[in-house]
Nanobody
Framework: QVQLVESGGGLVQAGGSLRLSCAASGRTFSSYAMGWFRQAPGKERKFVSAINWIGSVTYYADSVKGRFTISRDNAKNTLYLQMNSLKPEDTAVYYC???????????????WGQGTQVTVSS
């Protein structure tokens, strides 16, 4: 089992920045690839970004490429998502997830956090 807890969400104006964190406990964090997903009200959960176990491979959805940066600190058992140049359409609940590889589909991830709300005002 891996327990994941997101933090860092909040309300920010368009053009602003936020950094999300995902603290992991339980089984070895560094054994897993990690991903970020987001879900807006009334919409399906969508892939945002993923990173491999050591942080050498990253992948981004086109909608966030160049604005968001995923990273991890295995010594601190923590995953991050730096979000810059935020837009109102980035508003959603953001979830971190642990899985076997750098994949973009939610069912392939084994463990999920409870989510953190990000709201971007125009």
């Amino acid at each position: 089992q891996v327990q994941l807890v997101e933090s860092g969400g909040g309300l920010v104006q368009a053009g602003g920045s936020l950094r999300l964190s995902c603290a992991a406990s339980g089984r070895t964090f560094s054994s897993y690839a990690m991903g970020w997903f987001r879900q807006a009200p009334g919409k399906e959960r969508k892939f945002v970004s993923a990173i491999n176990w050591i942080g050498s491979v990253t992948y981004y959805a086109d909608s966030v490429k160049g604005r968001f940066t995923i990273s991890r600190d295995n010594a601190k058992n923590t995953l991050y998502l730096q979000m810059n140049s935020l837009k109102p359409e980035d508003t959603a609940v953001y979830y971190c997830a642990a899985g076997p590889g750098v994949v973009t589909t939610a069912p392939e991830y084994d463990y999920w956090g409870q989510g953190t709300q990000v709201t971007v005002s125009s």
